[in-house]
């Protein structure tokens, strides 16, 4: 087998001019309250605390601190809205509301993904092509949703919860707060949003979108805070519903702690999911798959496909691919057009990362980063690869969260499928391979939620997305995100 | 004229709609609708069978990228035809109430028409979800079943509802990915027409929609047993019309859909069954191993 270079050598010695995204046509104010009852309103405490953007350490804004009593009021407003204009509404004008946001979302797209990329780090590219537009798909979808809740389930009579709660990573900000809001208006209850701490601009630019939507006030609340603010709102005795998107450990505090009550709750939490690459899969393929699949979004991605498996006589290939693909990545502005990766989120999470580079390193493994520069300012990382781990390692076990990629072999489809489950996660899987049959074969094998075929990373609407095991409980997303949200009543 | 407050309006030429244009009837003929007092609203094209075979072809040929359209733009394309007609309200009203119909009843009917396409953008995305199916075969088999539209559909629109029952049959066709051609109300032709000027402006392909005016009686034969029509939809008639379509539409095992008793008025006139109406079940076998 040949491992040549591979590389077309054509543009040696040129370089990308630099493609800047334009910010003078964003609007971002120096101080946001909280979105409380259909307007901004001061904290309880008076405490602010600042959003910095990871690519220049530069303060952007800053954000309210919400304490318990801002929380009883955020869930105050909801529950009078619930039991007010939004219950007494018809389902298809409760439904007509979601479509205007999801509307102002795609006139304000650029907007929103440019503050997106200004306060998480991720490239403009993804903000722009992925984040913003599957948002505004999200409340598309989920506004189609709320006169039809009775075709979903058939041979109940499906009723809203409530109030419900609601708490988001970092990762995705505008996506995730859509993957929680639209479900739950469709639903028929109204909300508590939390955000979380280093990205919440773009949850109080839709705070303005919900009031220029002029859904009743009450409706939708989103309030800002760390965890504190998010323990204030899990454990709020008038919230009935609890959605959480974030660390298997956060998660397990949160189940615990809703023990005993009768609130419903989803949880979308950790993976480590195998991306499988087979000897007869079409490699080339399977290289930019293994590279969307741990380097999108720096890697700050729960389904992000974390550790590779390749089929032993491949493997040299692969990893020489995989290697050269890397040398062409570019890391650096996040607001630049030709941006493959981004910042990392904050100053801890480098922090986090890099320990887990040091951890790998001290177990023997062999590292390999990409030889590119990144800026002087700002939290960066290379993009990382691990080879030589064994299934014990660190780096093959914990969730990083990072451009961090630990890569093993397997000789047969079971060695393959055993290695993979090897994990308490099972959110999501990958799997590279020309024969169907082999696809169908592990699709069916892999303990995990979602599971990729010849692709990785892909997300819609209309899919359901959740884990098995410690990668959390329910789905969201699709027909089946709607349960999570209702009663079903004989 | 000096002296003169009185604007001399500009009446329209209600066209017909074939393949995203408004040509003529191409056989020249026309028919007078009259107001109740006698007057003459408008000269409308009394479209012919050629008219039908021209519009069959524009149908048939726009099939292709409309099927192949994903779902959400589907439903995209169907929420902006409500938006436009939204912002047409007035004009719709208008047109109905020179039909005879009066403002109250208008307005109604015009509203029920945007919201009955938010209804019908809403399914596009989902009606797959609730007909489709994975079959759990007893062999090593991945095995499902998913719709897919039907092809052409000719459609003879509610005689009684000159917007409301059109805009109630056009929509569960089109957002199932199928293509039709349609007879307007023979008596209440006109919002048929202004109804083909909005999908026209909301980026619904040309040959999606083809919409002919002209007799029934003329026509209803031609609709029911063209041979590169799949299914057949008509709203008005008795059992002999029913016989009739059913007998005509046998030459090519077309799908017959008689909507005899459907109140367009309120919801009870839309469902995801509707779609389901015009829609194939294709089912997948394969095999599962290594």
Redesign the interface.
């Known amino acids: 087998m040949s491992t040549e270079s591979t590389k077309l050598a054509f543009n040696d010695g040129w370089q990308y001019a630099p493609a800047p995204e334009s910010t003078d046509h964003i609007r971002i104010d120096d101080q946001y309250g909280l979105f409380i009852n259909g307007e901004f309103v001061e904290p309880e405490s008076d405490r602010y605390f600042e959003t910095v953007n990871p690519a220049t350490e530069q303060t952007l804004s800053s954000v309210a601190l919400a304490s318990g009593a801002d929380v009883d009021r955020a869930v105050k407003a909801a529950r009078k809205a619930y039991s007010g204009a939004w219950s007494k509404m018809s389902a298809?004008d409760r439904?007509?509301y979601i479509?205007r946001i999801a509307r102002i979302l795609q006139e304000r797209a650029r907007e929103f993904a440019t503050i997106e990329s200004l306060d998480g780090g991720k490239p403009i590219r993804e903000s722009r092509d992925i984040d913003i537009p599957l948002a505004a798909?999200h409340f598309?979808?989920y506004?189609?949703?709320?006169?039809?809740l009775e075709?979903?389930f058939p041979g109940r009579r499906p009723v809203s919860l409530g109030v419900a709660g609601q708490i988001i990573p970092w990762n995705f900000p505008l996506l995730m707060a859509a993957w929680k809001i639209a479900p739950a208006l469709a639903c028929g209850n109204t909300v508590v949003l939390k955000p979380a701490e280093t990205t919440p601009l773009t949850a109080m630019k839709l705070a303005e979108v919900i009031r220029d939507a002029e859904l009743p006030p009450g409706v939708v609340n989103i309030i800002t805070g760390a965890g504190d603010t998010g323990a204030e709102i899990v454990n709020h005795p008038d919230v009935n519903k609890v959605a959480f998107t974030g660390s298997t450990e956060v998660g397990k505090i949160i189940q615990r702690s809703l023990a005993g009550t009768d609130k419903k709750y989803t949880l979308e939490l950790g993976g480590k999911a195998a991306n499988i690459i087979f000897a007869d899969a079409a490699i080339d393929e399977a290289v930019e798959g293994i590279v969307n699949g741990i380097f999108f979004n720096q890697g700050h991605v729960c389904c992000a496909g974390s550790r590779l498996f390749v089929q032993e006589s491949v493997a040299e290939e692969v990893v020489h691919k995989l290697r050269e693909r890397m040398e062409t990545l570019i890391v650096g502005d996040p607001l630049d057009k030709n941006t493959d990766i981004g910042a990392i989120n904050s100053a801890a999470q480098l922090e986090t990362i890099e320990s887990y580079l040091k951890i790998g390193q001290d177990e023997g493994a062999e590292m390999y980063q990409s030889s590119c520069s990144v800026p002087g300012q700002g939290y960066w990382c290379r993009p990382t690869i691990f080879t030589g781990v064994s299934q014990s390692n660190r780096i093959v076990q914990d969730e990083i969260f990072g451009p961090v990629l630990a890569i093993q072999t397997f000789r047969t489809?079971e060695e393959g499928l055993t290695k993979a489950n090897n994990t308490p996660y099972g959110l999501s899987g990958g799997v590279w391979t020309d024969?169907?049959?082999?696809i169908?074969?592990m699709t069916?094998q892999i303990r995990a939620g979602v599971i990729w075929a010849n692709t990785f990373n892909k997300f819609d609407?209309?899919s359901p997305f959740g884990g098995y095991k410690e990668s959390g409980v329910g789905r969201e997303g699709?027909?089946h995100g709607l349960g999570a949200y209702l009663k079903l009543e004989t | 004229m000096a002296g003169s407050t009185a604007r001399v309006p500009v009446a329209k030429t209600y066209k017909i709609y074939i393949g995203g244009k408004f040509p003529r009837t191409e056989s020249g003929r026309y028919f007078a609708l009259n107001s109740s007092d006698g007057s003459v609203i408008a000269n409308v094209c009394r479209g012919s069978r050629k008219d039908f075979r021209n519009s069959v072809v524009a149908a048939r040929s726009a099939f292709g990228g409309w099927s192949a359209a994903s779902a959400y733009l589907r439903g995209q394309i169907l929420y902006r035809i409500a938006e436009l007609l939204e912002g047409r309200n007035e004009q719709f009203v208008g047109e109905l109430v020179l039909q005879g119909i009066s403002r109250r009843k208008a307005k109604k009917e015009v509203e029920a028409s945007i919201d009955r396409l938010i209804y019908y953008a809403g399914w596009s995305d989902k009606y797959q979800q609730i007909f489709s199916a994975v079959n759990p075969v007893s062999s090593a088999h991945f095995n499902f079943s998913v719709l897919e539209p039907t092809g052409v559909v000719s459609l003879l629109a509610p005689d009684e509802s000159s917007l409301l029952g059109l805009v109630s049959n056009i929509a569960p066709i089109i957002v199932g990915g199928n293509t039709c051609v349609v007879l307007a109300s023979e008596q209440l032709p006109l919002c048929a027409i202004s109804f083909a000027e909005v999908l026209h402006a909301s980026d619904v392909p040309g040959g999606v929609v083809n919409i002919l005016t002209g007799y029934r009686e003329e026509l209803t034969d031609q609709f029911a047993s063209h041979m590169d029509v799949n299914a057949v939809v008509f709203c008005d008639g008795d059992s002999e019309v029913a016989r009739n379509v059913q007998e005509k539409a046998a030459d090519n095992v077309k799908r017959v859909l008689a909507r005899f008793d459907n109140d367009w008025t309120t919801d009870a006139g839309q469902s995801p069954y509707l779609i389901n109406e015009t829609q194939e079940t294709k089912t997948t076998w394969h095999p599962i191993g290594s």
């Not at chain 1, 506004?143 to 039809?148: E, I, V």
């Not at chain 1, 024969?435 to 082999?438: E, I, T």
């Open positions: 298809s439904g007509k479509y798909a598309f979808y506004a189609g949703w709320a006169d039809k075709y979903a489809l024969k169907g049959a082999k169908f074969k069916q609407p209309t699709g027909l």
